[in-house]
T-cell receptor, first 117, second 107 residues
Framework: KAGVTQTPRYLIKTRGQQVTLSCSPISGHRSVSWYQQTPGQGLQFLFEYFSETQRNKGNFPGRFSGRQFSNSRSEMNVSTLELGDSALYLC????????????????FGQGTRLTVV | KNEVEQSPQNLTAQEGEFITINCSYSVGISALHWLQQHPGGGIVSLFMLSSGKKKHGRLIATINIQEKHSSLHITASHPRDSAVYICAGGGADGLTFGKGTHLIIQP
């Protein structure tokens, strides 16, 4: 069974640009969640999608958005990039319908390393 | 807001030693996860606990719900266990992460 796939693995963007990252969950998993990891703040929850609906959101500005498609694949978008957005962005998929982490194991992808210059 | 505190931040040990990493969490967290992250970034889920104890190979995870405390133990540690170990609490705020323990096992 294929794992969680994130594309691209590496990305370099310029301040002010926007970026879209993609996440394909494990087959049969309907929940996808996104996380940002930086050396200073560690891992932080961005948002979670289930059945194409955002059902939980972390404390990030509106420049960070996402969506989920009917095949459970998810994308996250960051607009007007800032230097501080440089980070490893991870997504995770979960099989069950509960909020990720509460009663269901999260399976993580390899991440997309975004560098903003 | 949920909180997770993890200790120690850094741990260096000799091959074969018994390793313990601790995690305390706040009210509102209903499940505790132990994750492993190798250089390069990918994260592997080791355990999800809401009560008791789980074992997988040389790894053992325990949780005390009353004290809101969990531990990850590694028996007969090996250099390939070198990684960052992260505990995370699952609650209504999604996953809340500890700052991680950077473990180095020297041969």
């Amino acid at each position: 069974k294929a794992g969680v796939t994130q594309t691209p693995r590496y990305l370099i963007k310029t301040r002010g640009q926007q970026v879209t990252l993609s996440c394909s969950p494990i087959s049969g998993h309907r929940s996808v969640s996104w996380y940002q990891q930086t050396p200073g703040q560690g891992l932080q929850f961005l948002f979670e999608y289930f059945s194409e609906t955002q059902r939980n959101k972390g404390n990030f500005p509106g420049r960070f958005s996402g969506r989920q498609f009917s095949n459970s694949r998810s994308e996250m978008n960051v607009s007007t990039l800032e230097l501080g957005d440089s980070a490893l962005y991870l997504c995770a998929s979960s099989r069950r319908g509960g909020l990720v982490g509460q009663n269901t194991e999260a399976f993580f992808g390899q991440g997309t390393r975004l560098t903003v210059v | 807001k949920n909180e997770v505190e993890q200790s120690p931040q850094n741990l260096t040990a000799q091959e074969g030693e018994f390793i313990t990493i601790n995690c305390s969490y706040s009210v509102g967290i209903s499940a505790l996860h132990w994750l492993q992250q190798h250089p390069g970034g990918g994260i592997v889920s080791l355990f999800m606990l809401s009560s008791g104890k789980k074992k997988h190979g040389r790894l053992i995870a325990t949780i005390n719900i009353q004290e809101k405390h969990s531990s990850l133990h590694i028996t007969a540690s090996h250099p390939r266990d070198s990684a960052v170990y992260i505990c995370a609490g699952g609650g209504a705020d999604g996953l809340t992460f500890g700052k991680g323990t950077h473990l180095i096992i020297q041969p």
